[in-house]
C-alpha cells in the first residue's frame, strides 16, 4: 500500500524554482537550426532581431546553458497564480479500479486558463526590458492571446491579437476578456495585412488556421516601428519558459518519495509537453532514470504519428523561417469537425529531434474518446478540463485502465494544461451526440505535403 498522500500538494514560494532549465543542453543531439528562408543557411542570433526582442532570440539559439535565471521580477509575477498544484486523481482511480496512481499538474488556476501564462508573462517582461512599444501574436482557442493580454496589461505594452477566424466566431467571449486586458483582437485572415488580403482573395470564406495568423502578425511587427513578434509555443525559448511546469512536478514528487513510471503531455505545438517532461527527460537523456514519455495528439491533425520530418515554414504565409519538424505541411488546416485544439500543422523542434531519436512515444486519439475522458474527469475531480488537456486524460485513463488489467501499480503523471469554459460549443456537440471525429485520408495529407519546400534532399 503506497503511502496516503494530500490530494493537492502545493510548494512553499521559497522551493519554487528560481532557475528555468533548458533541456537542449543535455540533448546528444541538438534540434536542427532554423534556416533563413531567402538563402537557406542557418540563422544566425542577429537574422532574428527583427522578428524577436534580443534575449528572446538569445534564448532561442542558446543550446549549452542548462540552467538560466528567472528575473525577480518574474518570479514575483509567477507568485501571483504559482506555484500550481500537483493533484492526485482519488475519485478517478476509484472509478477506474485501477492500483495506478495518477497525479496531474494543473495549470488552469489564472485567467487564460492555461500554462501559457508562464512564457507570455516571460517574454512581455523582455519585450518591456528592450523598450519596445507594443507586441503582435495569433491565437487559436484564445489562451494565449488571453495570457499575452494579462502580460502586456502587467507591462503597459500595445498588444495586436490575430485570432483564428473559427474561434473568433466560436468564442467570442474569448475576444471579450482579451479586450478587458486592454488588447486589439482581429479575426484571421483580414484586409489589415498583405498576406490576409492575398489569402481572403484566394478562399473568401475560409476559417483561418493558426498558420494564417502567425503569418499576419509577423507581417503587422516587421512593418510596424517599435513592435515585436511573440509565439506562445513551438519555439525554443517558450519550452524552455514552460520548464516551470515540470520542475516544480519533480519537487513535488521527490516530496512523496514519488516518480513517474510515465508522464503524458497533449501536444499542439509542444510547449507545455516539453515544459513539463523537461526534468524527466533530462534524467532520461544522463542515465538516470528510464520514463516512459507520451505525446498526444489528435487523430486530425497528427504532426507527429503520420506528418513528415522536414524542414518546412512555421506559417501558412510563407513569412517565417523554416524549422526542421514533424509535419503536416504549412498549408494543412484540420477539418472544421475538429474542435478538441491542438490545430498547428507542426511540431516543435525541440520534441521533434526528441522523438526522432526514440526518446517519446507519440499516440493520436479520436476526439469522442477525448470528450468521454473529459467528461469523466470532469465528474471525477470536479475541474472541467480544456480539449486540449482531455488529450492527455484520455492516455492517462487507458494506461490506468491496462495497469487494472496487469495489476501493475505504476505511477502516471500527466500534464492537465487548462480548464474548458470557452468550450461549451464543442461540450455540447459531444453531449448531444453530433460530434465527429474526422481522420485525414493519406490523399488528404499528401495535399499538405506536397507544399513543403524541398529543402532536405
Ligand atoms: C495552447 C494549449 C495547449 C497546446 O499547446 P502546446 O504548445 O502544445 O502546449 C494545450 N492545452 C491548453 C489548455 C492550451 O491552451
Known sequence: MSKKVPHRLYLSEEQMPKQWYNLRADMPNKPEPMLNPATLEPLKEEDLYPIFCEELARQEMDNTTRYIDIPEEIQDFYKMYRPSPLIRAYNLEKTLNTPAKIYYKFEGNNTSGSHKLNSAIAQAYYAKKQGLKGLTTETGAGQWGTALSEA??????????YMVKVSYEQKPFRKTVMETFGAQVIPSPSNTTKVGSEILEKDPNTGGSLGCAISEAVEKAVTTPGYRYVLGSVLNQVLLHQSIIGLESKIALEMLDEYPDIVIGCAGGGSNLGGLIAPFMQDKLTGKASPRIVAVEPV????????????????????????????????????????????????APIISKLYHDGYLEAVAVEQTKVFEAAVMFAKQETILPAPESAHAIRVAIDEAIKCRETGEAKTILFGLTGTGYFDMTAYNSYLSNTMKTYIPSDEDLERGFSQIPKVDL
Open 300 to 347: 486530425s491533425c497528427p504532426s507527429l504519428t503520420r506528418g513528415r520530418y522536414v524542414y518546412d515554414f512555421c506559417d501558412t504565409g510563407k513569412v517565417t523561417p523554416l524549422a526542421k519538424m514533424y509535419t503536416l505541411g504549412s498549408n494543412f488546416i484540420p477539418s472544421p469537425d475538429h474542435a478538441g485544439g491542438l490545430r498547428y500543422h507542426g511540431m
Open 152 to 161: 502586456c496589461a502587467y507591462y503597459n505594452l500595445d498588444l495586436t491579437v
